[in-house]
T-cell receptor, first 115, second 112 residues
Framework: GQNIDQPTEMTATEGAIVQINCTYQTSGFNGLFWYQQHAGEAPTFLSY????GLEEKGRFSSFLSRSKGYSYLLLKELQMKDSASYLCAVRLPEGLTGGGNKLTFGTGTQLKVEL | DAGVTQSPTHLIKTRGQQVTLRCSPK?????VSWYQQALGQGPQFIFQ???????QRGNFPDRFSGHQFPNYSSELNVNALLLGDSALYLCASRSDGSYEQYFGPGTRLTVT
């Protein structure tokens, strides 16, 4: 089976930096996504890592180590609007095209940003 | 660009009934995937449609079926509804060969 682990909840202070970790054990790997989901809304794309290393995009950065089955999402200069669930998802290489599109999600990390 | 749209927004059904949910993909997208998200959980992959055929399927029973139309829009059908089918149903679209999926706002299904 596929297993993706994330902390259930985290709390951080406005203006601070927070790191959300994700570990995975899957039957294949074709990339790792991070999504942000506010309550009652659709997930929105944050980042995609397919090679090892750090990808930076504004206040958000994502890191991947394929050998360790590990990723993290780093959020800098936290704002109140960053309070949301953060979903880690692994793209599995299944399907006729070989590239695949099936995403296996973790349960999400609920981040609360406080004053 | 309207992005991914889904209808209806909310739906209440009784156990044993059948339901159809609809999705229109983002303009230019030809691949549609459906996910079920129970409260407090991550989305679970149901199936994916491309060129009007089911290309991949997750671990869901045959009560869950779907369809894709020539204009790439898609339907999700669930028969013999169970209480456990209560969830947010998300549709996601992308261009075949692209990695980035765009999610719709979802349909909140409540089974009583």
């Amino acid at each position: 089976g596929q297993n993706i682990d994330q902390p259930t909840e985290m709390t951080a202070t406005e203006g601070a930096i927070v790191q959300i970790n994700c570990t995975y054990q899957t039957s294949g790997f074709n990339g790792l996504f991070w999504y942000q989901q506010h309550a009652g809304e659709a997930p929105t794309f944050l980042s995609y890592n397919v090679l090892d290393g750090l990808e930076e995009k504004g206040r958000f950065s994502s890191f991947l180590s394929r050998s360790k089955g590990y990723s993290y999402l780093l959020l800098k200069e936290l704002q109140m609007k960053d309070s949301a669930s953060y979903l880690c998802a692994v793209r599995l290489p299944e399907g006729l095209t070989g590239g695949g599109n099936k995403l296996t999600f973790g349960t999400g990390t609920q981040l609360k940003v406080e004053l | 660009d309207a992005g991914v749209t889904q209808s209806p927004t909310h739906l209440i059904k009784t156990r044993g009934q059948q339901v159809t949910l609809r999705c229109s993909p983002k303009s230019g997208h030809d691949t549609v995937s459906w996910y079920q998200q129970a409260l407090g959980q991550g989305p679970q992959f149901i199936f994916q449609y491309y060129e009007e055929e089911e290309r991949q399927r997750g671990n869901f029973p045959d009560r869950f079926s779907g369809h894709q139309f020539p204009n790439y829009s898609s339907e999700l059908n669930v028969n013999a509804l169970l209480l456990g089918d209560s969830a947010l149903y998300l549709c996601a679209s992308r261009s075949d060969g692209s990695y980035e999926q765009y999610f719709g706002p979802g349909t909140r299904l409540t089974v009583t």
